[in-house]
T-cell receptor
């Protein structure tokens, strides 16, 4: 079974530029998550989708971050404009139904450096 | 509020030593408890989990027991190997919305 795919793996941009990340979850997984992991910290949930609807985006900085999952499969996360403090690894995860006790499967992440 | 406190690293052990990584949490409701591991250059992987009080999760020689009375989920292994070198994350999963709260991670290095 293929795992969660993410691209690009690395991205370097200057502040105030825009950037987009892509995620393709495990086939059949209805729930998709985006996390931000700043160096030395644990991952922090940014947004959770159930199929193509948003379940939780309470920690997403909506003035600059946006995410979509239009067809309920793959997803994109965008930052516009980027700030220095956005430098982090952006992780995508998926799970079958999004219920408690269920394992989330993580992709390899996209490492973003904002200069 | 919801939070998780994880033993600070880095931790360095000799091969075959006993490992304990402490994890305590505060949560609204009755969470499921997970340990995830991140090997060098790789993504997060599930190590083990427990979904109710007194359950013991185990995998690859690692164990952790869900202790509701002390709100803890300490990770243990009797004899570590060099290949166990990684960063370990404790992650309670809230009963509402199944959101994870990750600890800061504990870096483990096992030397031969």
């Amino acid at each position: 079974e293929a795992g969660v795919a993410q691209s690009p793996r690395y991205k370097i941009i200057e502040k105030r530029q825009s950037v987009a990340f892509w995620c393709n979850p495990i086939s059949g997984h209805a729930t998709l998550y985006w996390y931000q992991q700043i160096l030395g910290q644990g991952p922090k949930l940014l947004i959770q989708f159930q199929n193509n609807g948003v379940v939780d985006d309470s920690q997403l900085p909506k003035d600059r971050f946006s995410a979509e999952r239009l067809k309920g499969v793959d997803s994109t996360l965008k930052i516009q404009p980027a700030k220095l403090e956005d430098s982090a690894v952006y992780l995508c995860a998926s799970s079958t139904r999004g219920v408690m006790g269920e394992t989330q499967y993580f992709g390899p992440g996209t490492r973003l450096l904002v200069l | 509020g919801n939070s998780v406190t994880q033993m600070e690293g880095p931790v360095t052990l000799s091969e075959e030593a006993f490992l304990t990584i402490n994890c305590t949490y505060t949560a609204t409701g009755y969470p499921s408890l997970f340990w995830y591991v991140q090997y060098p250059g790789e993504g997060l992987q599930l190590l083990l989990k427990a979904t109710k009080a007194d359950d013991k999760g185990s995998n690859k020689g690692f164990e952790a027991t869900y202790r509701k009375e002390t709100t803890s989920f300490h990770l243990e292994k009797g004899s570590v190997q060099v290949s166990d070198s990684a960063v370990y994350f404790c992650a309670p999963q809230l009963p509402t919305g199944n959101q994870f709260y990750f600890g800061t991670g504990t870096s483990l290095t096992v030397i031969p």
